[in-house]
């Protein structure tokens, strides 16, 4: 459960920024995958489908396959487009869905997961703290 626990751990203030959009802060793409390299080592992505509109990509879903704490997982997530005008080509389009793809997997590991457990000033966030125990007990045991 070590590695889980790693995956958890909250981003320091300075990982976190602004969306111009105003919806919600956000962790750069590389410090996400920085997390993922560092606590897990190599892991696998693959395409499971391609998402367009009228011809234009505007999403796309991914598979991310590691191993966390000795067991296989494969976790599959959609990532967006969010503004598909803003890009000229769709192989621009399909880098900004990874993106959002590899955030979402990296997500359900427990990567970044606190941005998504904040509403309002209100802070839903208790994952890290639960493993930390957990963690801690199992410790105790071994000692």
């Known amino acids: 459960m ?13 990982y976190i920024h602004k969306n111009p959009s105003g919806y919600g802060d956000y962790i750069q793409h590389s410090v996400i995958r ?3 390299l560092t606590v897990l080592g190599a892991y696998s992505t693959d395409i499971v489908e391609i998402l367009y509109d009228e011809g234009i990509i505007t999403g796309v879903i991914l598979k991310l396959s590691c191993v966390v704490d000795g067991i296989e997982i494969s976790v599959v997530e959609a990532g967006d487009v969010e503004n598909p005008s803003n890009w000229k080509t769709n192989g621009a389009r399909m880098k900004d869905a990874m993106s959002d793809a590899i955030k979402r997997c990296a997500m359900a590991l427990g990567v970044g997961l606190h941005l998504w457990s904040q509403i309002g000033d209100e802070d839903e966030y208790f994952l890290d703290k639960q493993l930390e125990k957990e963690l801690n007990a199992q410790t105790d045991k071994e000692v």
């Open 34 to 36: 920085q997390r993922l």
């Open 2 to 14: 070590n590695q889980l626990h790693e995956l958890s751990r909250r981003f320091p203030d300075k």
